[in-house]
């Protein structure tokens, strides 16, 4: 293999050897984790439920190890989470008669708690941005990982409660709206963050927090107007494991579309000379689109996949042209182009700044106004 003089070969066993005891101690304290959950839970699971939990464990050491702050951001939802549930009593009477779980635990006081740090956030990260103070934003910073965690801790206290509502209700949080809206703005928020550390620069919070305050905002009207936050029992067709992975892997990639979409607005802004000293370099900016695009292009492309194998074991087939499909495929056609002229033409600047936005366009169409606009077989996320 020839290399050029700006490349550099890693081999598998030198990254390794770059692993500290602190990441060496996650990957075991996971794969414990694991196992304990499989000797205690195992009867429960069938065959593919055991593999995606097997699964797991080298799945997300590699997260931490790769992304420093997730090794905390695990355990402390965790523990969060467990303390939650020794307040239930194994009943949800205790979610009104514990203030712990009342007014900071509960799913719905969690969810409440993320949303409210989520906007908070944003006033922060604009604060720093239009002030170039750094206080500001490094409060935004903090707040935004204050959410997230409050967030991570809301979905697997809903899970736990979900199954206190009865066996036959019991579901992973990623059935409907309401929980997806959560599920969005967690992991749009956590590629940000990412993104934040790499680059080490907090500009971009100012307007990447904006789409998760639009998102919360609608989370918020939601559960007023129709009561989202009751958790329902499945329809039969969600009562599948191929959920537990299809939903995830497609809000990836919505999650990092909206990312690539306002960094491209970031972009516009600064190629036109407004906040030109106060935002990254172009070529930054460029680079966090191209990387947030790939990465959802990539699990996006894996969740199309996946939900054609859902779609052939719920109705028979694997395709039926239903307008969430129909929808997803011209989601995934917009960004195969978009990184089509990138590799092949070297699309940069303006053109592909404007191409993410309008793609936010499209994908919000799929996202949600599939569901409040046309029917079909896809029912989870009806307004």
């Avoid at 196992?35 to 839970?41: D, G, I």
């Avoid at 409050?150 to 992973?172: C, K, N, P, Q």
């Avoid at 639009?214 to 559960?223: E, G, H, K, S």
Wanted: proline residues 3%; aromatic residues 16%.
């Amino acid at each position: 293999m020839q290399l050029t003089s700006t490349e550099t070969y890693i081999r598998p066993d030198g990254y390794f050897r770059r692993l500290s005891a602190i990441d060496w101690l996650f990957g075991a304290g996971l794969l414990a984790a694991v196992l304990f959950a499989l000797s205690r839970y195992g009867a429960y699971m069938d065959i593919y439920e055991k593999i995606i939990l097997l699964a797991a464990a080298p799945t997300f050491a590699a997260l931490g190890w790769h992304f420093k702050s997730v090794r905390w951001l695990m355990p402390l939802v965790a523990a969060l989470a467990l303390l939650a549930i020794a307040q239930y009593g194994g009943s949800l009477d205790g979610a009104n008669k514990r203030f712990l779980l009342k007014y900071m635990l509960s799913s719905q006081s969690a969810i409440l708690w993320m949303s409210a740090l989520f906007v908070f956030s944003t006033v922060f990260y604009w604060i720093g941005l239009i002030a170039r103070s750094p206080t500001g934003a490094a409060i935004g910073s903090k707040l935004c990982w204050a959410a997230v965690v409050l967030g991570f801790t809301g979905m697997m206290v809903r899970w736990y409660e979900s199954y206190l509502i009865g066996a036959d209700v019991g579901h992973i949080p990623v059935s409907n709206l309401y929980e997806v809206f959560i599920l969005f703005s967690m992991i749009t928020a956590l590629f940000y963050l990412y993104y934040e550390q790499h680059y080490r620069t907090r500009q971009l919070g100012a307007f990447v927090l904006l789409v998760i305050t639009a998102a919360v905002t609608f989370l918020l009207w939601y559960t007023v107007a129709r009561d989202a936050a009751d958790i329902q029992p499945l329809v039969p067709a969600l009562q599948s494991w191929w959920m537990k992975i299809h939903v995830p892997a497609n809000f990836i990639g919505y999650g990092t579309f909206a990312l690539a979409a306002m960094v491209g607005v970031a972009y516009l802004l600064k190629s036109h000379g407004i906040l030109a000293d106060r935002l990254p370099a172009l070529e930054v900016l460029d680079d966090v689109m191209y990387k947030a695009i790939s990465v959802g292009f990539a699990f996006f492309t894996v969740a199309t996949i996946l939900g054609a194998l859902w779609a052939a074991d719920a109705w028979g087939g694997y395709w039926s042209w239903d307008p969430k499909e129909t929808w997803a495929l011209i989601v995934w056609l917009n960004y195969a182009a978009w990184l089509h002229m990138r590799l092949m033409a070297g699309l940069r600047g303006r053109a592909a700044a404007w191409w993410s936005v309008v793609g936010l366009l499209v994908t919000s169409f799929a996202f949600l106004g599939v569901n409040m606009f046309l029917s079909g077989l896809h029912s989870y996320g009806k307004l």
